[in-house]
């Protein structure tokens, strides 16, 4: 009552209900890939739930501390504040460590559901007209989601995150002309200075969350306000969306996502440890530690740093570190390469038109292979930055493994990307059905040249064929029209989300979201389709009635017994109280 009378008031003064109606009806493709940018948004989420708590009791600052507490081997060390509030909020503070690595375990998964987003919308062209602005956006959201993961692993001031900042200012420093002014204006001095670790502090925790905050909201803007794109199906085109109502049945399995990634994300916080900085001990610039791993994120960075010959050159007489390339110019120009992607295969392919449906990845060979074979070489780099760790466990020097690595980052990219190229090709002509029945026949075949161009190649859009057995069927409901599609066998029924006033507007809509079907009947209302809820609650319904039924019978069968026995003994003792009975014979 007081929600209802809540809403009406609001609705009254906001006249919301318009808005809300919309907004609920909007419909969102069944597909599983499409959940991996609500991972991303649900780390997020529990990054920040699990950030604002770690503030309370983290210290930025430089400053000498002693430390006093549950770790007995630091207690009276003196060390910055920064890394003595991070032992005591993982030694000394209530669920403390649970939180902190559950922070830390968030970050990765965030960083990795948006990897695997980019992916998904790389592979299936979903980057094209009208969505080149999410894209943009999105690519921007993983260089803010490495720069924010970065800097928050670098607060503690331990030896590890120490050795990895100073990694980082070698590499700013090694960029000609500007490399030392950057590294002054941001430490605010020499490495390391008083002014870093609050400096990240404000970076991580204000700067960075607040520019991914917006970019969501703009990327999510963007999203309700353009149709959503989805696979080819039956009855999906360029005009309609099938799936899910935002309001039950999206909005049910998106908080059920919502609760597996907190319980998973809590699960990993509570079982598996990471970053013990306590066992690290805190930052010392003439101390190392062997082995030394970032996280996966930044580990490709330094996997490139280790496998980049020691090769110096001058520009116009200017010296150019061996840092430069692979910590400068590759990170550079692979986010240069995402950022201007749809508007090069555009350009190659001369398709400007709007995309609604989805691409398989073996439609586009070319975009197969660049990102088979991009992906492999930063796979190789990620484990490029542990050759130490595999040195120690295949008992085998490192710089053996440093010169595989080196030949892995120049030949299996290149292998992988034309492997993918020409199973793609091989799949596109129509030698095999799967990926399974290729043989190396098929495999030549793609190797030579393609074949004659479709009519539909070149931008040119081929009129929507004729579809004689699909109908759109009409019906009015409480004195508005609504309609759906029917595909020719009967057996896909897919109903419009949203009513019109009249029978012509519903033809209209129709028409809109299925060109090619001229058919239109006025049959009568059909049934609703049941949700899953509610099958599922009408077949547990089912079950618990059959089983009360059967509880029933069994019960009135076992009384109708149990009446009928003391009926037989009443009769016997009736019987033998009433006769005489005789004395036993000792011969029977």
């Known amino acids: 009552m007081i929600t209802d009378r809540l809403a009406r008031a609001l609705d009254d003064r906001l006249r919301l209900s318009p808005i809300t109606r919309r907004a609920l009806a909007k419909i969102f ?65 209530r669920a403390g460590l649970l939180i902190r690595q559950t922070h830390h375990w968030a970050a990765l998964l965030f960083v990795a559901a948006i990897v695997l987003h980019l992916s998904r919308i790389f592979f299936t062209g979903a980057f094209r007209r009208p969505r080149e602005l999410n894209w943009l956006i999105g690519v921007t959201m993983l260089a803010l989601a490495l720069a924010n993961g970065f800097t928050g692993y670098s607060m503690p001031d331990d030896l590890l995150s120490g050795l990895g900042l100073r990694i980082l200012v070698s590499v700013v420093e090694s960029i000609p002309l500007v490399g030392t002014w950057l590294v002054a204006l941001g430490l605010g001095g020499e490495f390391p200075s008083d002014a870093l670790i609050p400096r990240l502090f404000i970076t991580h925790v ?147 038109r709007p995309h609604q449906l989805l691409d398989r990845p073996r439609d586009h060979p070319v ?79 793609a190797a030579g040249p393609a074949p004659a161009p479709r009519a539909d190649e070149g931008g040119v859009e081929t009129p929507a064929p004729d579809r004689p057995g699909e109908r759109i069927e009409l019906w009015p409901e409480d004195g508005l029209w609504r309609w759906r599609y029917r595909d020719e066998a009967g057996q896909v029924a897919l109903t419009g989300n949203r009513v019109v006033r009249s029978e012509e507007e519903a033809v209209e809509a129709s028409r809109l979201a299925y060109p090619g079907v001229d058919r239109v009947v006025v049959p009568g209302p059909p049934p609703p389709p049941p949700g899953r809820v509610r099958t599922a609650l009408q077949r547990w319904g089912r079950v618990a009635a059959a089983g009360s039924l059967l509880v029933g019978l069994l019960a009135d069968r076992r009384r109708r017994r149990g009446e009928r026995g003391g009926e037989r003994g009443g009769e016997r003792g009736g019987e033998r109280g009433g006769e005489r009975v005789r004395p036993r014979d000792p011969a029977e």
Not at 40 to 59: H, Q
Not at 313 to 328: D, E, K, N, S
Not at 413 to 435: F, N
């Open 29 to 93: 493709p069944d597909h599983w890939a499409f959940m991996l940018g609500e991972v991303a948004l649900y780390s997020f989420v529990a990054l920040i739930l699990t950030g604002v708590y770690l503030t309370f009791f983290f210290e930025a600052s430089s400053a000498d501390r002693v430390y006093h507490g549950e770790y007995a081997p630091l207690d009276g060390a003196t060390t910055s504040a920064a890394y003595a509030s991070t032992v005591r909020l993982s030694w000394d503070v």
């Open 206 to 352: 204000l700067l960075v969350p607040a520019i991914l905050v917006a970019l969501v909201s703009l990327h999510l803007g963007i999203l309700v306000r353009q149709k959503h794109s989805q696979f080819p199906g039956p009855g999906r085109t360029e005009h309609n969306v099938v799936g899910s109502r935002l309001w039950p049945s999206y909005t049910l399995r998106t908080l059920a996502l919502f609760a597996w990634v907190l319980a998973v994300l809590f699960a990993l916080g509570g079982l598996v440890q990471i970053n013990p900085v306590w066992i690290y001990g805190p930052f010392e610039p003439a101390q190392s530690t062997s082995p030394a791993q970032p996280d996966w994120y930044v580990a490709w960075g330094d996997g490139a740093l280790r496998l980049f010959p020691p090769w110096e050159f001058r520009i116009a007489g200017y010296l150019v570190p061996a840092p430069f390339w692979p910590g400068v110019v590759l990170g550079g120009v692979s986010f240069l390469a995402l950022y201007a992607w749809p508007f090069l295969e555009r350009r190659r392919t001369r398709d400007r």
């Open 367 to 445: 975009r197969l292979g660049v990102g088979v074979g991009a992906l492999t070489f930063f796979v190789v780099l990620v484990v490029a930055g542990g050759d130490d760790i595999l040195a120690r466990l295949l008992r085998v020097p490192v710089y053996d493994l440093l010169g595989v690595f080196r030949v892995l980052a120049l030949v299996l990219p290149v292998l992988t990307g034309l492997v993918a190229y020409l199973v793609a090709r091989a799949l596109r002509r129509g030698d095999a059905a799967s990926l399974g029945e290729l043989t190396r026949a098929d495999l030549r075949r």
